[in-house]
């Protein structure tokens, strides 16, 4: 684990670049960690993503995958792709700050 | 050697239920990591996309170790729908999408799909025969024209 100074704000990650304490999260460190992830800027829709995979975390104590993402969030499996090309329940989950959800489906 | 995949191919060559859903898998986890993938169906496997036949996909009752069942058994008629049910009722609690479900979700990550040529001469279907999801019908040149560069698995 390494400290990492997202937006001026020093946060706790894994060798993959999730943050391992969700409480350090802000806003501006997830404007900042989807910049570094070539998503800028962040939409409205982005955020809706974003903010339902934190309260699904804190529901939880886990992200949802990419199937439950599409059937629970309001945004579908398409659009998901569209706005995280790059793997929507992954990226989603480290642009919101919490672990990357481990589901195989 | 890279230390990332950026890209498969997997190719679904049976058409039994334990032979179709580990492509599935493979294939829609590979989406989720943000790595390309294209589904190629060659063989049996085409019943997987066949839009009269997808929804019909059975698990082998016979020749099956994994069953842990005697052939003799597994030759008894219903015995196949009896454990495609059991298998199907375990998935669905485990919250696993049934083939047709599967399909959509896969189409909407973005994942190619494509229908093997000789496969379907051989067979006798036609382009409306599959799920709409399926973008052609290629040969094996084809194929590994669409697959190049990246990783090929065989089920």
């Keep these: ?59 939880k104590g886990t992200g949802p995958t990419v199937r439950v993402l599409g059937k629970t969030s309001g945004v579908p499996v398409k659009e998901l792709y569209q706005l995280f090309p790059k793997g929507p329940a992954k990226l989603a989950a480290k642009i919101a700050g919490i672990p990357k959800p481990r589901g195989c489906i | ?43 049996f496997g085409l019943d997987a996309i066949h839009s009269k036949r997808l929804e019909h996909i059975k698990v082998a009752a016979v020749g099956n170790p994994g069953m842990h069942m005697a052939s003799l058994v597994g030759v008894l008629p219903g015995m196949s729908a009896i454990a495609t049910h059991m298998m199907e009722k375990k998935m669905a609690a485990f919250d696993i999408p ?18 093997c040529k000789a496969s379907v001469d051989l067979f006798g279907f036609a382009e409306g025969d599959f799920i709409e999801q399926v973008q052609g019908i290629i040969t094996v040149g084809e194929f590994y024209e669409i697959a190049a560069g990246g990783q090929i698995i065989f089920t």
């Excluded at chain 1, 684990?1 to 020093?10: K, L, N, R, S």
């Excluded at chain 1, 670049?17 to 806003?27: I, R, V, Y």
């Excluded at chain 2, 049934?98 to 229908?115: H, K, N, R, S, V």
């Design chain 1, 1 to 59: 684990m390494t400290v990492d100074t997202i937006a001026g704000t020093p946060v706790d990650v894994n060798e993959e670049g999730f943050l391992t304490d969700p409480s350090q999260w802000n806003e501006e460190v997830a404007v900042e960690l989807a910049r570094r992830e070539g998503i800028d800027p962040l939409t409205d829709r982005h955020w809706e993503v974003v903010r339902f995979m934190r309260a699904e975390y804190e529901a």
């Design chain 2, 1 to 43: 050697m890279c230390d990332t995949i950026e890209k498969v191919s997997i190719i679904i060559s049976k058409g039994s239920l334990e032979g179709i859903y580990p492509g599935l898998i493979m294939a829609n986890g590979a989406r989720a990591e943000g790595i390309e993938a294209n589904l190629f169906f060659t063989f």
């Design chain 2, 98 to 115: 049934d083939i047709p479900e599967f399909m959509e979700l896969i189409g909407d990550t973005g994942c190619g799909m494509y229908a």
